[in-house]
């Protein structure tokens, strides 16, 4: 009976576990409907955002502070991760993704890479490297505000403008659907104009410009950069609650299999002991019989 009640502990287990994970993919459902309603919702006005800004001819001499291209000596990575786990290989393929991109900038002669977290995982995995983390941001993606990502953008773009960053790169998740993740690395700062052989075949608008080409263009520049960092924290949320939903699912499954399997095993375990038990009793009572 020793196994039977072994098999039972495990039931008993698996049950609860299975509880557990189909409560949170409830939850993540519900997390994840929310996120994906507010990330459709901004791509919209991020491209168009983008669409102006590459309409705007930049090869008329009309630069900004943020199309300074410099020589690489100092390169800040933006890593944007998850607070919780539990969500498959979420939060360890944007930790591989931006240790890749550090030896990358270490292999052709960068002086030093620094770098900003944005998620606990990501936070508490490169803290162990001294003096790499210069800032964590984890508290961010509790609450999700355009004015608080705003606030962040800006002292990050204010630090590029004072020469302390040469090139600034997001690694994040971007959002494709509940099943899939796009590992994605973008170049935040410098802002890449658009030259002429980016835009053939493509008709340019005619705008006409009030007060003038560069005044808008200083203007935009820093709200597009804006938009286009609180489009990659929606991106990356959006994509951490899809991740999680998906591995609470499989789970979820897993768990019912297993109880298959358990419950299989007890059944065939108990009729075994009920077996050895009758042939007891007929042996005992054959034994009285001689």
Sequence with gaps: MANLK???????????????????????AAKFRRAQNAILGMRPYAAQLN??????D????VVTAYHEVRPLNTVLLVVVTSNKGLC????????????????????VGCGSVKMITIGKRGSEF??????LVVASYDDLLDSPSFDAISNICDSIMESFCNKEYDC??????????????????????PVLPKNGSNNEGTTRNDYIYEPGKETILREMIPLTLRSQFYRVILDSLAAEHGARMTAMQKATDNATELLKELRL??????????????IEIVSGSEALKG
């Design 168 to 189: 600034i790169e997001l690694v994040y998740n971007q959002f494709k659907n509940s099943l899939t993740q796009i590992l994605s690395t973008e170049q935040f700062l």
């Design 88 to 107: 498959g290989a979420f939060n360890s393929n944007v930790i591989k993704e931006a240790t890749v991109r550090m030896a990358h900038y270490r292999s």
């Design 58 to 61: 930049i090869e008329d001499g």
């Design 265 to 278: 095993s007890y059944n065939k375990a108990r009729q075994a002991a009920i077996t050895n038990e009758i």
């Design 6 to 28: 072994e098999v039972r502990t495990r039931i008993a287990s698996v049950s609860s576990t299975q509880q557990i994970t189909s409560a949170m993919k409830m939850v993540s």
């Design 51 to 56: 669409a102006i800004i590459n309409d705007i």
């Design 126 to 131: 490169f803290a162990k490297q001294n003096g």
